[in-house]
């Protein structure tokens, strides 16, 4: 990042002096930024927005103090500390996200990735893990973080989101471009609704995290969520479960024999969408998976065999 770039309005570059061109002079402006701006931690969350931006460990700060910084990393920390400020949520006012082993980019845009859904990830690798080949398709990609975690880390041939927000693929894009090297699969996003991007698809595996949470359910979610992550993603009709229904009822049409069904869902319905899969005699081996906290998050079901 050149120092000579034109910084935001507002954002004074560093002093003259080299000696204060250092990791710890951006520190302490952010901090001092956030301070006055009455973000309680400031100290902490400067550490951790600079790392976030330079892509470290959040102890690296403490251990490269003395490293030299430039005015456009200060420009960034302090665009960022003024979204915190604002109340933005920590990954979108560093443009920032981790999950698994990616960093992804997030905004507006696109739903953060949660923990629950790295460990939908997990079970999805773990059961895929025995075979090789054949198509994932990840539906309402987001992000594309599924996806790019199937693609990076599993044995599938290629790899399909699916997202009904063209405003959500192009950040799924973004991320895919910057995250290809590290890729083992070809990742492929479509737009559309559901599943019906991919009728031209047998899958090994269909897996999501479909909005499911209930319109007259938004106003108690937390401010950051409801006042900040993209209605779409979250809210769905029929009490949370319209949109995984219609997932369901499409899903054996797409699924090989022996495919994966592998949904996340509310814990509070989890039982309701097990009910839901185990009515459709395409599947079996119906399944219901807790998350960290030992709630009921997931569903999971296989497709049986072509006859």
């Given at each position: 990042?050149?120092?000579?770039?034109?910084?935001?309005?507002?954002?004074?570059?560093?002093?003259?002096?080299?000696?204060?061109?250092?990791?710890?002079?951006?520190?302490?402006?952010?901090?001092?930024?956030?301070?006055?701006?009455?973000?309680?931690?400031?100290?902490?969350?400067?550490?951790?927005?600079?790392?976030?931006?330079?892509?470290?460990?959040?102890?690296?700060?403490?251990?490269?103090?003395?490293?030299?910084?430039?005015?456009?990393?200060?420009?960034?920390?302090?665009?960022?500390?003024?979204?915190?400020?604002?109340?933005?949520?920590?990954?979108?006012?560093?443009?920032?996200?981790?999950?698994?082993?990616?960093?992804?980019?997030?905004?507006?845009?696109?739903?953060?990735?949660?923990?629950?859904?790295?460990?939908?990830?997990?079970?999805?690798?773990?059961?895929?893990?025995?075979?090789?080949?054949?198509?994932?398709?990840?539906?309402?990609?987001?992000?594309?973080?599924?996806?790019?975690?199937?693609?990076?880390?599993?044995?599938?041939?290629?790899?399909?989101?699916?997202?009904?927000?063209?405003?959500?693929?192009?950040?799924?894009?973004?991320?895919?471009?910057?995250?290809?090297?590290?890729?083992?699969?070809?990742?492929?996003?479509?737009?559309?609704?559901?599943?019906?991007?991919?009728?031209?698809?047998?899958?090994?595996?269909?897996?999501?995290?479909?909005?499911?949470?209930?319109?007259?359910?938004?106003?108690?979610?937390?401010?950051?969520?409801?006042?900040?992550?993209?209605?779409?993603?979250?809210?769905?009709?029929?009490?949370?479960?319209?949109?995984?229904?219609?997932?369901?009822?499409?899903?054996?049409a797409r699924l090989e024999g022996g495919g994966l069904l592998a949904l996340e869902v509310d814990a509070r319905r989890a039982s309701l969408v097990a009910e839901m899969v185990s009515a459709d005699a395409?599947?079996?081996?119906?399944?219901?998976?807790?998350?960290?906290?030992?709630?009921?998050?997931?569903?999971?079901?296989?497709?049986?065999?072509?006859?």
């Open positions: 990042m050149a120092a000579d770039r034109p910084l935001p309005d507002g954002v004074a570059p560093l002093a003259a002096n080299p000696a204060t061109h250092t990791v710890r002079a951006v520190l302490a402006q952010v901090a001092r930024a956030l301070s006055e701006a009455g973000v309680r931690a400031a100290d902490s969350q400067a550490r951790e927005i600079v790392a976030a931006l330079l892509d470290v460990g959040r102890h690296w700060t403490a251990l490269h103090g003395d490293d030299r910084a430039d005015d456009m990393l200060l420009a960034r920390a302090l665009h960022a500390a003024r979204r915190l400020a604002r109340g933005m949520p920590f990954q979108y006012a560093v443009n920032r996200a981790a999950f698994r082993r990616l960093t992804l980019q997030v905004d507006p845009r696109v739903l953060i990735p949660r923990p629950e859904t790295e460990l939908l990830v997990e079970l999805v690798l773990e059961v895929t893990a025995g075979a090789r080949g054949g198509v994932a398709v990840d539906v309402g990609t987001g992000s594309g973080a599924i996806a790019l975690a199937l693609a990076q880390e599993g044995t599938f041939e290629r790899v399909i989101g699916t997202d009904i927000s063209t405003d959500a693929l192009v950040v799924a894009a973004e991320n895919a471009g910057a995250l290809a090297g590290a890729l083992r699969a070809p990742v492929e996003f479509r737009q559309g609704s559901l599943l019906r991007p991919v009728a031209d698809v047998r899958a090994r595996a269909i897996v999501s995290n479909p909005p499911y949470i209930a319109f007259d359910e938004a106003a108690a979610l937390p401010p950051s969520v409801r006042d900040w992550e993209p209605v779409t993603a979250l809210l769905s009709a029929e009490q949370g479960l319209a949109d995984t229904r219609a997932l369901v009822r499409s899903a054996a395409a599947f079996l081996d119906v399944s219901v998976r807790f998350d960290l906290t030992g709630r009921e998050r997931f569903v999971l079901a296989r497709r049986r065999e072509w006859s």
